[in-house]
């Protein structure tokens, strides 16, 4: 498909789910990396009131900060490095890469804005590669409200509870899932087996490295850097800010 006809509909629906984007050898070399950093259940790197509070349950690593050179390949894959100039504009800048782990028998992560979405041309964008399938039995399928990131703030309510005009989808291994970090998004709790998704964040030029520090959830705002609940969201009050 056209670069031109993507972008059109990542400003339409806030996401892309491209299958088959990356080849299945690069897939299972990044895997195998995965599994041998996180095995099958590590600790919580999130404190108690975070994972309570928020519904979420996930622990990440940043590969490239501790030297591990193999996910620079897709960093420097050039399909996605026109693709992120196309929706970012030329001077986009790269964040860093992410594997969010999530052990089986968690909640996934609730419904959620990465960034606060007031200003509209500050946000991040997810560029989510899928080393393993995500399958329904499993849970952990990402679940996204198309277009919402032209609606504002993420409505109050249910952490977790299913939206009227949510699209669940089910990567599999070698898919690129590429999400505007204002659209409604969500992981469903993981029942049957472990899952995890690598993240190489990017954002348009100007966006500071720490624009997702504040993260929008139905029932709250928190801020990860100082471990913070920034304001508590409650039904009748989705007019609060900050
Ligand atoms: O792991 C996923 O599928 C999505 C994770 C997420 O919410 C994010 O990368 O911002
Ligand atoms: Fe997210």
Redesign the pocket.
């Known amino acids: 498909m056209k670069l031109e006809t993507l972008h059109a509909r990542f400003l339409h629906d806030g996401y892309l789910h491209l299958p088959g984007f990356f080849d299945a050898g690069l897939m299972d070399q990044l895997h195998e990396l995965i599994y041998a950093h996180f095995g099958d259940r590590p600790g919580f790197d999130h404190d108690d009131a975070f994972i309570s509070g928020t519904k979420t349950e996930v622990v990440p690593w940043f590969p490239q900060r501790e030297g591990v050179q193999a996910f620079d390949a897709i960093e420097n894959d050039p399909g996605l490095a026109s693709l992120t100039r196309q929706l970012l504009g030329e001077a986009w800048t790269s964040q860093y890469c992410m594997v969010?782990f999530s052990s089986a028998g968690t909640a996934g992560?609730a419904w959620?804005q990465?960034c606060p979405p007031e200003a509209t041309g500050r946000y991040n964008l997810?560029r989510?590669v899928y080393t393993r399938d995500i399958v329904s039995e499993n849970g952990g399928q990402?679940g996204v409200r198309p277009g919402s990131h032209r609606l504002g703030e993420l409505t109050v309510g249910e952490p977790h509870e299913d939206l009227p005009d949510q699209v669940i989808l089910s990567?599999r291994k070698g898919d690129l899932?590429l999400?505007h970090?204002h659209c409604w998004?969500?992981?469903l709790p993981v029942v049957g087996h472990w899952r995890v998704?690598t993240?190489f964040r990017a954002a348009p030029h100007g966006v500071p490295d720490d624009v997702t520090d504040i993260c929008v959830y139905r029932n709250m705002r928190y801020r990860f850097s100082t471990r913070e609940v920034l304001v508590r969201r409650q039904p009748g009050d989705s007019a609060a800010r900050p």
């Open positions: 969010m992560q959620h990465d997810n989510l990402l990567p899932v999400l970090g998004h969500r992981v998704s993240n």
